[in-house]
Antibody, heavy 122, light 110 residues
Framework: QLQESGPGLVKPSETLSLTCSVS??????????WGWIRQPPGKGLEWMGN???????YYNPSLKSRVTISVDTSKNQFSLKLTSVTAADTSVYFC????????????????WGQGTLVTVSS | QTVVTQEPSFSVSPGGTVTLTCGLS?????????PSWYQRTPGQAPRTLIY???VRSSGVPDRFSGSILGSKAALTITGAQADDESDYYC??????????FGGGTKLTVL
């Protein structure tokens, strides 16, 4: 189970911060990465980035300069920070578990949070 | 930047068969891209349908199937039902740790 949490309203130019709490399993699993995906109103899904339990990250090149994804294994959580937000960052943000490891040939999102709407507005 | 292409919209009659595709702006899709498919219904979390080209996720009915057709990944729905009306997205693994969503296909069942 994954559950997103964080402010639903962020001002332009500020930093958007969300947390995903993982339950029913350990975030330390070597079988998975942990990712963030977003969907602006009326538009498609966009992969933002993934993190591994050891802190290794992969980011969407188009967002790389503004995105930081981190992991807190003691809390079984991972987090998203997006800096310098604009109205274009208004989206439903999903966290997801990514089946992807050096021990298995493949890559896909196998479990999703319900999503949380973040609106960027003054 | 890699662009993943999908048909913007498609329609199918109830009971009919439809094939949605997932391609690359440059090049062909192969199993090495580990194509996966997701159903996105408003108000719900995305649902994982297919991964690794043709493996159905747990609980997904066998009327959903995945394949490679020519130069594209494909999702085929056989015996379409009213509740299959939704948006469908593919994902391709394009580089180490990097994935890209297609633009999505809005499927209408009528």
């Amino acid at each position: 189970q994954l559950q997103e949490s964080g402010p639903g309203l962020v001002k332009p130019s500020e930093t958007l911060s969300l947390t995903c709490s993982v339950s029913g399993g350990s975030i330390r699993s070597s079988d998975f990465h942990w990712g963030w995906i977003r969907q602006p109103p009326g538009k498609g899904l966009e992969w933002m980035g993934n993190v591994y339990y050891n802190g290794n990250t992969y980011y969407n090149p188009s967002l790389k300069s503004r995105v930081t994804i981190s992991v807190d294994t003691s809390k079984n959580q991972f987090s998203l920070k997006l800096t310098s937000v604009t109205a274009a960052d208004t989206s439903v943000y999903f966290c997801a578990r990514v089946k992807y490891s050096s021990y298995w040939s493949g890559y896909y999102f196998d479990s999703w949070g319900q999503g949380t709407l973040v609106t960027v507005s003054s | 930047q890699t662009v993943v292409t999908q048909e913007p919209s498609f329609s199918v009659s109830p009971g009919g068969t439809v094939t949605l595709t997932c391609g690359l702006s440059s090049g062909s899709v192969s199993t090495s891209y580990y194509p996966s498919w997701y159903q996105r219904t408003p108000g719900q979390a995305p649902r994982t349908l297919i991964y690794s080209t043709n493996v159905r996720s747990s609980g997904v009915p066998d009327r959903f199937s995945g394949s490679i057709l020519g130069s594209k990944a494909a999702l085929t729905i056989t015996g379409a039902q009213a509740d299959d009306e939704s948006d469908y997205y593919c994902v391709l693994y394009v580089d180490i740790g990097i994935s890209v969503f297609g633009g999505g296909t809005k499927l209408t069942v009528l």
